[in-house]
């Protein structure tokens, strides 16, 4: 290997290095609060399914402001939003720490999501606009390894901060991260910036943003007995009446906020559509599984975050192995087959009881991480398989809206059957026996993104793939 060779790979390498940065600290904070939820509960004098807010509060606001951050990362340099998001982040998790009810909570929750809104759409912009189609999968597969270090971490490290310390430190250890992340990127990003930066679209940013806020939040607040019927219906019907005039909106403008003729491209479609039901899935378990070990089965968050840590460990074991896989049997068969595999091991835990022996909990979930790993990696790569350079913001932001929503809709979705399960019981407490059903329904809306994979083309996203595997498929 000569010296321009390792030079060029060691950059390809470490700008998603850097990026995933941002990564990791968002996914250590989204999979560290899910531990630690009973407790905060317990402390902030509420109950857990009402501390759905404080999740769904910070997807919220990435709903709202991920729009707009593929215009700004092309107006003033996806470097420079880039860091400014990490201490926006960085403040938000301050918040966090200090709050002293429910209420404060979700307010540092959305100041978390404002800044996350803008680093991780923006830092993978980074990435696509820095990297060639063929290395693709490769960049994603470096881009996502640190973040997935996150979901590892984050269940033990929570169980252990809430279990031996105070739960608030969950959110102060993002700090440290960021003073890092803001170092190397000042360091070594370099300034990326869009040949033109299209007109703000501002009457779309008033629409779609709100419009999906609002809708989400009167679904949310739906049976939490936190508002009355009026304003619930209000906000549910209310934020849908703005999206559908932001799609009217949307034909109408030349260079509309969230371009909806991206899903005119067959792998952008499948991969928004039927990526979107499986991540439901995938953002409904982390919900759901330690509420179940620790209310269902008596664990402690430490032990609960010693089970729930296998699925990370699982999805970073195949992140470098996903490339060779996708070369060897195409994006299609993969999607479709994979799909089902991890709607199966989705479903798995709807058979754990309190004797279900630890090491066959966290085989199941090491599995079902493995398989979730390789499907998330297939379609946010095919995803981009069809865009031109001159799309990749809109498609990157776009995309990363689509993401957030699934994992929210996921979170209340989850929370909604649950209380119905709770109501059909005539119970008010969460036992063990409160959850197969759920993972059961989590598992069914999973499996529909089959639906949406089975249409792409068998060599669909071929050109993500190497020259050899497609030409031996073919």
């Given at each position: 290997?000569?010296?321009?060779?390792?030079?060029?790979?060691?950059?390809?390498?470490?700008?998603?290095?850097?990026?995933?940065?941002?990564?990791?600290?968002?996914?250590?904070?989204?999979?560290?609060?899910?531990?630690?939820?009973?407790?905060?509960?317990?402390?902030?004098?509420?109950?857990?399914?009402?501390?759905?807010?404080?999740?769904?509060?910070?997807?919220?606001?990435?709903?709202?402001?991920?729009?707009?951050?593929?215009?700004?990362?092309?107006?003033?340099?996806?470097?420079?939003?880039?860091?400014?998001?990490?201490?926006?982040?960085?403040?938000?998790?301050?918040?966090?720490?200090?709050?002293?009810?429910?209420?404060?909570?979700?307010?540092?929750?959305?100041?978390?999501?404002?800044?996350?809104?803008?680093?991780?759409?923006?830092?993978?912009?980074?990435?696509?606009?820095?990297?060639?189609?063929?290395?693709?999968?490769?960049?994603?597969?470096?881009?996502?390894?640190?973040?997935?270090?996150?979901?590892?971490?984050?269940?033990?490290?929570?169980?252990?901060?809430?279990?031996?310390?105070?739960?608030?430190?969950?959110?102060?250890?993002?700090?440290?991260?960021?003073?890092?992340?803001?170092?190397?990127?000042?360091?070594?990003?370099?300034?990326?910036?869009?040949?033109?930066t299209r007109a703000f679209d501002a009457l779309g940013f008033l629409l779609v943003g709100p419009g999906l806020a609002a809708f989400l939040t009167g679904v949310t607040m739906a049976g939490l007995g936190l508002s009355s019927m009026a304003v619930?219906?209000?906000?549910?019907?209310?934020?849908?009446?703005?999206?559908?005039?932001?799609?009217?909106?949307?034909?109408?403008?030349?260079?509309?906020?969230?371009?909806?003729?991206?899903?005119?491209?067959?792998?952008?479609?499948?991969?928004?559509?039927?990526?979107?039901?499986?991540?439901?899935?995938?953002?409904?378990?982390?919900?759901l599984l330690p509420l179940m070990l620790q209310l269902g089965f008596g664990y402690s968050p430490f032990q609960s975050g010693l089970v729930t840590l296998a699925t990370g460990a699982g999805a970073l074991t195949l992140k470098f192995g996903a490339q060779r896989i996708l070369n060897r049997f195409g994006f299609r068969r993969i999607l479709i087959v994979n799909a089902v595999?991890?709607?199966?091991?989705?479903?798995?835990?709807?058979?754990?009881?309190?004797?279900?022996?630890?090491?066959?909990?966290?085989?199941?979930?090491?599995?079902?991480?493995?398989?979730?790993?390789?499907?998330?990696?297939?379609?946010?790569?095919?995803?981009?398989?069809?865009?031109?350079?001159?799309?990749?913001?809109?498609?990157?932001?776009?995309?990363?809206?689509?993401?957030?929503?699934?994992?929210?809709?996921?979170?209340?979705?989850?929370?909604?059957?649950?209380?119905?399960?709770?109501?059909?019981?005539?119970?008010?407490?969460?036992?063990?026996?409160?959850?197969?059903?759920?993972?059961?329904?989590?598992?069914?809306?999973?499996?529909?993104?089959?639906?949406?994979?089975?249409?792409?083309?068998?060599?669909?996203?071929?050109?993500?793939?190497?020259?050899?595997?497609?030409?031996?498929?073919?």
């Amino acid at each position: 290997m000569t010296r321009a060779t390792a030079l060029s790979m060691i950059k390809s390498r470490a700008i998603p290095l850097i990026v995933a940065t941002a990564l990791f600290m968002e996914n250590l904070d989204s999979t560290v609060i899910a531990t630690s939820l009973p407790k905060i509960a317990q402390d902030l004098g509420t109950s857990p399914i009402h501390l759905k807010l404080a999740l769904t509060s910070y997807l919220l606001a990435l709903a709202i402001f991920i729009p707009a951050s593929g215009w700004m990362a092309d107006r003033f340099g996806a470097r420079s939003v880039f860091r400014l998001a990490i201490l926006v982040f960085a403040t938000g998790s301050i918040a966090c720490g200090a709050s002293s009810s429910l209420f404060w909570l979700v307010c540092a929750r959305v100041l978390q999501g404002i800044g996350g809104s803008m680093m991780v759409p923006v830092g993978r912009l980074i990435v696509l606009r820095t990297t060639p189609k063929s290395a693709l999968v490769d960049a994603l597969a470096w881009l996502t390894m640190p973040a997935l270090l996150g979901p590892v971490m984050g269940p033990p490290l929570g169980g252990f901060i809430t279990t031996y310390f105070d739960w608030r430190w969950i959110f102060w250890i993002n700090i440290p991260i960021a003073a890092l992340g803001v170092t190397l990127v000042t360091l070594f990003i370099p300034r990326v910036r869009a040949e033109a930066t299209r007109a703000f679209d501002a009457l779309g940013f008033l629409l779609v943003g709100p419009g999906l806020a609002a809708f989400l939040t009167g679904v949310t607040m739906a049976g939490l007995g936190l508002s009355s019927m009026a304003v619930m219906l209000g906000l549910t019907f209310g934020g849908l009446a703005l999206v559908l005039l932001y799609i009217r909106h949307a034909g109408r403008v030349e260079a509309p906020l969230v371009d909806l003729t991206l899903f005119s491209l067959p792998t952008f479609r499948a991969a928004a559509l039927g990526g979107s039901l499986f991540r439901i899935g995938g953002g409904a378990q982390p919900f759901l599984l330690p509420l179940m070990l620790q209310l269902g089965f008596g664990y402690s968050p430490f032990q609960s975050g010693l089970v729930t840590l296998a699925t990370g460990a699982g999805a970073l074991t195949l992140k470098f192995g996903a490339q060779r896989i996708l070369n060897r049997f195409g994006f299609r068969r993969i999607l479709i087959v994979n799909a089902v595999l991890g709607s199966l091991f989705l479903l798995a835990p709807a058979s754990f009881t309190a004797a279900t022996p630890y090491a066959a909990m966290v085989g199941v979930l090491f599995i079902g991480g493995i398989c979730r790993s390789l499907e998330f990696t297939s379609i946010s790569a095919i995803a981009y398989s069809e865009i031109t350079s001159d799309r990749m913001s809109s498609a990157t932001s776009f995309n990363s809206v689509l993401q957030q929503l699934s994992r929210s809709i996921g979170i209340t979705v989850a929370a909604f059957a649950l209380q119905g399960v709770q109501s059909y019981r005539d119970t008010a407490q969460i036992t063990a026996a409160s959850f197969p059903p759920v993972f059961w329904m989590i598992a069914g809306v999973s499996i529909a993104s089959v639906i949406w994979f089975l249409r792409l083309s068998p060599d669909a996203g071929g050109q993500l793939l190497s020259r050899r595997s497609s030409e031996g498929r073919a």
